[in-house]
């Protein structure tokens, strides 16, 4: 059996080089877990990793920090995986506001040590 694979590549440059982001070392309903291997040794002298959640996790919902927020600057072209878990953030307030439902899912390469591609499924418009 024969199968077809169709992927749209969009040039991506990322907006943002680097930010401040707010965290969490307890779990919140809808934040997203962040391990603290995504973030490349960013938590080095800001936190303990004794105060992660089970030794390991951050959470996060991408927003300004509120009370008991820890606030780490992050490189999003260091840490690719949680650049990842921002952009997929950023695209689904972008797609449950706009009329494009039908967007899965997309993932962020590095070639280069760069974000130079994001692989999106048919169909997907981007401005």
């Not at 965290?23 to 105060?51: R, V």
């Not at 690719?80 to 878990?85: C, D, G, L, R, S």
């Amino acid at each position: 059996m024969q199968q077809t694979l169709q992927l749209n590549i969009i040039p991506f440059t990322a907006p943002l080089q680097e930010a401040e982001f707010a965290f969490y070392t307890t779990k919140h309903e809808g934040y997203c877990p962040i391990h603290k291997d995504d973030l490349n040794g960013a938590i080095e002298g800001i936190i303990d990793e004794s105060e992660l959640h089970y030794g390991n996790w951050l959470y996060t919902d991408f927003l300004p920090a509120k009370e008991d927020a820890i606030l780490i600057s992050i490189n999003l072209t260091e840490c690719k995986y949680f650049a990842q878990h921002y952009y997929r953030h950023l695209n689904f307030i972008y797609t449950s506001s706009s009329r494009s439902t039908d967007f899965q899912s997309f993932w962020v390469t590095s070639p280069s040590e760069h974000f130079n591609y994001i692989y999106c499924p048919k169909g997907l418009v981007c401005n």
